[in-house]
């Protein structure tokens, strides 16, 4: 076990390594094809070429490979890499000029809320549809889950919260705040079309929805579809035959075969919310990683992006290698040599 | 549910109605039919036997002619829908245990008939250990603790004769080999003193060596405990050592009743005795081996008439038009379901 640990941690190298070079390669284009960010900063002002040069250079953007379009900078990159990992220098932001470690440090507890919430509309509902749909094989209930988890699955999510934050967010909370003057914390808080400052959980949990509907539903499918399998299975029949009740016949020995797989894709899907909130972050204006994320990719800002970047694929490598371990812990036929 | 009183605890639920000087089993006609979407599947048509305490019965068919099913109706763990019952009377000591509530059928499985299954991997849970799934019985049928519960587990063990059982209780059951993994099973199903066994082709999946021991386990413990048995199988070589009396079934009848040694030295339906002649013989090495030839019928389109006679050499006009033979009495404890036994039997 602590081998296949060591192992796994040292191919961690190979890939964050791999992620980091090819948005290291593309923020470089960018500035060798669109040119110097930094002058951005002066506005309409053509700034003096001596400050310039020297903004440029506290900026780490004074490479000469920078002006060599397709140029693809191996040695900033080692540079980078040695500030990021030797002394932990993830470099500074252009405007407002600050360390990334901060910029980071404020955006992070956003995500982290707002996954918190996603995984537990995931977790709760998740699983409640899918073992619902298993037991109920074939009735209504069933065609419910069905139905409704493959509608939300086909609908991308930029669609699915846009579509949210328009009727439930603009359309009831304008019905809310101003028909029925609703309390604050309902009207602008749970129902507002964005994220409030004032309302710090209760305006995330619209988001957080939007953001656990897409993976709710395939864990939802995932639970049916497993649970129906290991009530097939043998060991499911010699539990009924050992005179159990078909509460411990089902809660026990099929449940606890059956949650296997699917305690691997909500795992896994923590990583995604706290990746790929891009989306809902920017639609709902949550001052998350993604929202950030998305802003240093219009604004041109190569070390918030190669920065948080690094967080989001390390966060995402040590959930996967938690995950597999967790499979060993719940699955006994699974030894890792 | 905890036991209420000492003696439940001790012997577990006592069923209403059951009278001690009844047959241990007694199947009565029994029918079941699996309503799939090709069409109503008559697995089992009107099958009656016994069993008493102490006697082994063997069901004897190839695959799919319904043994299988007639050992999950008595149990009670069909799979409904598809399967049904739809006929017959399943008694235990007397009681009819298919007008019985769903909580007194589940006290009868595992206290007083238990079941061992054909694979022993697929039918032990992988994700708990052997000594968890053992005392589960214990502590849920007995209300003990989980040591007092894993006490009975380790004894239970060394009973099936597993090797330093005390270390064993906490392996999983990949951990086990074939024949030990059915020794566990059978371990499971003998916890909770079972009047009857019900075998499941116990030795199936197992190595010929092991089979025979498996197979002496089981008739061992049968002979301590005074069990009823009924084996389920297709291997005529298991059954001649071990069974009392032998039933032959046929797409969901029962068509030879006999003792064992009568079966073997005359069979009395030509179905038995088409099996007898197509088990590989030694001394007939180089030679073409014998084969029923055709298939089982359908079970959604059971022919009218006797069901083997497409593939009987014994059959004429009378065996496809009528309704299927009764089971015709023979001799004093063989029947035959056969409009010619005297023919097969060559008793003319």
């Keep these: ?337 | 549910m905890a036991p209420t009183t000492e003696v439940q605890a001790r012997f577990g639920p006592s069923i209403p109605g059951t009278d001690p000087s009844a047959p241990l089993l007694a199947v009565e006609e029994l029918r079941v039919e699996f309503r799939t979407r090709a069409g109503i599947a008559k697995a089992i048509n009107g099958v009656s036997f016994e069993v008493n305490s102490g006697e082994t019965l063997a069901i004897l068919g190839e695959s799919g002619c319904g043994k299988s099913v007639t050992a999950q109706a008595i149990m009670g763990i069909l799979d409904t829908p598809p399967g049904f019952i739809t006929g017959g009377q399943i008694k235990y000591r007397g009681v009819d245990v298919l007008k019985r509530s769903k909580e007194e059928r589940r006290q009868i499985r595992a206290n007083k008939i238990a079941m061992v299954f054909q694979d022993a991997l697929s039918s032990l849970n992988p994700v708990f250990t052997v000594g968890f799934q053992l005392a589960e019985l214990f502590r849920k049928h007995r209300g003990m603790t989980r040591s007092d519960g894993k006490k009975r587990a380790i004894e239970l063990l060394d009973l099936v004769n597993i090797p330093a059982a005390r270390q064993r209780v906490n392996d999983f059951p990949h951990q086990f080999s074939g024949g030990m993994r059915q020794r566990v099973m059978i371990a499971m199903s003998l916890a909770l003193d079972p009047e009857l066994l019900i075998a499941d082709e116990p030795t199936t999946a197992l190595d010929v060596t092991v089979q025979a021991q498996i197979m002496n386990l089981l008739a061992d413990l049968q002979r301590e405990r005074n069990m009823g048995l009924i084996l389920i199988t297709h291997d005529m070589g298991v059954v001649a050592d071990v069974a009392d009396r032998i039933n032959v079934m046929y797409a969901g009848r029962i068509v030879e009743k006999a003792p064992v040694f009568d079966i073997y030295a005359k069979p009395s339906h030509p179905y038995t005795k088409a099996l007898l002649e197509s088990i590989p013989r030694v001394d007939l090495k180089g030679q073409q081996l014998n084969v029923i030839k055709g298939l089982p019928p359908n079970l959604t389109q059971i022919p009218v008439g006797c069901s083997f006679s497409p593939r009987c050499r014994y059959a004429q006009d009378v065996c496809k038009a009528d309704p299927p033979p009764p089971l015709y009495p023979v001799q004093p404890g063989i029947s035959s379901a056969c409009h010619f036994w005297k023919e097969v039997r060559g008793d003319e």
């Design chain 1, 1 to 337: 076990m602590g081998r296949y640990v060591v192992r796994r941690l040292l191919q961690f190298i190979p890939t964050v390594l791999g992620t980091l070079f090819l948005l290291h390669y593309l923020t470089s284009m960018a500035i060798q094809f669109g040119g110097n960010p930094v002058r951005s900063l002066f506005g309409d002002r053509t700034p003096p070429e001596e400050q310039l040069r020297q903004m440029t250079e506290q900026f780490g953007l004074g490479d000469p490979c920078l002006q060599q379009k397709g140029n693809p900078c191996f040695g900033l990159f080692w540079e980078r890499m040695q500030d990021i990992f030797l002394r932990f220098d993830f470099g500074q932001s252009l405007a407002p000029r600050r360390d990334v470690t901060d910029v980071l440090a404020d955006a992070l507890p956003y995500t982290i809320k707002l996954t918190i919430i996603a995984f537990i509309v995931e977790a709760v509902l998740g699983l409640a549809a899918g073992v619902l749909a298993g037991l109920r094989n074939g009735k209504f209930s069933d065609y419910v889950v069905r139905i409704v988890t493959v509608l939300m699955i086909s609908v991308p999510i930029f669609v699915s919260a846009v579509l949210v934050q328009k009727f439930v967010g603009v359309k009831f909370g304008n019905w809310l705040r101003q028909d029925l003057d609703a309390p604050e914390w309902l009207g602008r808080g749970l129902f507002g079309a964005a994220y409030k400052a004032e309302f710090p959980w209760l305006s995330l949990i619209l988001p957080g929805i939007v953001l656990g509907m897409l993976t709710l539903a395939s864990t939802a499918r995932l639970t049916r579809g497993s649970l129906l399998e290991n009530l097939r299975a043998d060991y499911v029949r010699t539990a009924k035959a050992k005179g159990l009740t078909t509460n411990r016949v089902i809660g026990v020995h099929t449940l606890r075969n059956s949650l296997i797989p699917v305690v691997t894709t909500l795992g896994l899907s923590i990583g995604g919310y706290m990746a790929g909130a891009v989306v809902t972050e920017g639609v709902f204006r949550v001052p998350g990683v993604g929202f950030t994320i998305l802003k240093a990719i219009a604004t041109g800002e190569p070390m918030v992006l190669i920065g948080l970047t690094t967080v989001l694929v390390l966060v995402y490598l040590v959930l996967n290698l938690f995950v597999d371990l967790l499979y060993a812990v719940l699955d006994p036929r699974i030894r890792y040599e």
